[in-house]
């Protein structure tokens, strides 16, 4: 039997993102490593109810400037684009973030979910759970 256990996303700066998924989120911190064989700076591991996000700030990071101005070109490169999270209240959640300066790709659509981006270039999909 096999299970999921985590995604990972490289960022710039973990305590800054991880400060974030906390705030907007609900994210709890599991557990805090270095990995200096592999050049990473910091990592830090987070966690919504069973789900799980390796959150990782190399040494040197580098930056990969997407188009995220529109959704159909955000979601055509291929490879991991996105990842999914649920929120008890979407209207609320897309004025906070907005609000905060995030990277808003999307409206709110059908009243039911929304893109937007982390700090670092991520993009979430927002959904009225």
Same mark, same amino acid.
């Given at each position: $039997?096999?299970?999921?256990?985590?995604?990972? @996303?490289?960022?710039?700066?973990?305590?800054?993102?991880? =400060?974030?998924?906390?705030?907007?989120?609900?994210?709890?911190?599991?557990?805090?490593?270095?990995?200096?064989?592999?050049?990473?700076?910091? =990592? =830090?591991? @987070?966690?919504?109810?069973? =789900?799980? @996000?390796?959150?990782?700030? #190399?040494?040197?990071?580098?930056?990969?400037?997407?188009?995220?101005?529109?959704?159909?070109?955000?979601?055509?490169?291929?490879?991991?684009?996105?990842?999914? @999270?649920?929120?008890?209240?979407?209207?609320?959640?897309?004025?906070?973030?907005?609000?905060?300066?995030?990277? $808003?790709?999307?409206?709110?659509?059908?009243?039911?979910?929304?893109?937007?981006?982390? #700090?670092?270039?991520?993009?979430?999909?927002?959904?009225?759970?």
């Amino acid at each position: $039997m096999s299970e999921f256990i985590h995604t990972g @996303i490289t960022v710039e700066d973990v305590d800054r993102t991880v =400060a974030w998924y906390q705030k907007y989120f609900g994210f709890t911190e599991v557990k805090r490593f270095e990995k200096d064989a592999l050049e990473i700076k910091a =990592a =830090a591991v @987070i966690a919504l109810g069973d =789900a799980q @996000i390796e959150v990782i700030q #190399p040494n040197v990071p580098e930056l990969v400037v997407a188009k995220m101005d529109n959704l159909i070109e955000t979601l055509r490169p291929m490879g991991t684009n996105h990842f999914a @999270i649920g929120v008890n209240d979407i209207e609320k959640s897309y004025k906070e973030l907005s609000e905060s300066g995030a990277h $808003m790709i999307t409206e709110v659509m059908g009243g039911k979910m929304f893109f937007c981006c982390d #700090p670092d270039g991520t993009v979430i999909e927002v959904k009225q759970s």
